[in-house]
Every structure is written in C-alpha cells, then in structure tokens.
C-alpha cells in the first residue's frame, strides 16, 4: 500500500518560510518522480513544483521561481518543498504527489501522478 504523509504546514507571516515534508512508503521512492501542488476552495489543483527521480531536474511553477526549493532524499524516502518569502496568495493546502511511471522526467500535469498525500494547510497571514 502507497502512502504519502505531509507535514510542515502552519500560519507564517507574510516574508516568512516553510519547509514541507512528504514521507513515502510502500513503492521504490528513488525511481519514481515527486512533484507538489496545491489547492484553494473552489479552484482546480495546480502545479507548484517537481523533481526527477534522482533529483537531476527541477520544475517550478513561475510564482514558485525563486522562492521555493524543491529536493529529495532517497535515504530517506522523502521529498521536501522550502518555501521563502511567502505571500498572502500562496495560502492553500499543499499536495505532494507520486509520478505513475518510475524513472520519467517530472511533469506539471496532475493527470501523470497517481498516488496523493492528504494534504497539509498552508496559511500566510498579510
């Protein structure tokens, strides 16, 4: 059984930072792509950010560019999102996600991941 577990969430300050964590067990972490998404009421899940399988390639959403650091530890079967100089809009519950096929390039569609986290609530207070 697949299980991914966020956690790292909370309430930051408007400038201030977070670093998510997702713990995977039940598949061969290391071969398979990570990404991140999150959600707001009433919007459709979109893209953050994602890593290849062995941490070679790096996708970012352009609001995440510069700010947000996605990474991995195979060792550890987690995959964490460092998240710097939080705005207000970036309020929402964050997603990590589990590519469907092992050893691919990371994608932005949420269609090619197949196994989800619960989710954890992000707030950034103005």
């Known amino acids: 059984q697949v299980q991914l577990v966020e956690s790292g969430g909370g309430l930051v300050q408007a400038g201030g930072s977070l670093r998510l964590s997702c713990a995977v067990s039940?598949?061969?972490?290391?071969?398979?792509?990570m990404g991140w998404f999150r959600q707001t009421p009433g919007k459709e899940r979109e893209f953050v950010a994602a890593?290849?399988?062995?941490?070679?390639?790096?996708l970012y959403t352009n609001s995440a560019t510069g700010r947000f650091t996605i990474s991995r530890d195979n060792a550890k079967n987690t995959v964490y999102l460092r998240m710097n100089s939080l705005k207000p809009e970036d309020t929402a519950v964050y997603y990590c996600?589990?590519?469907?096929?092992?050893?691919?390039?990371?994608?932005?569609?949420?269609?090619?991941?197949?196994?989800w986290g619960q989710g954890t609530q992000v707030t950034v207070s103005s």
């Open positions: 996600a589990s590519f469907a096929a092992t050893y691919y390039r990371p994608s932005t569609s949420s269609r090619d991941y197949d196994y």
């Open positions: 039940g598949r061969t972490f290391s071969a398979y792509a």
């Open positions: 890593v290849s399988w062995n941490g070679g390639t790096t």
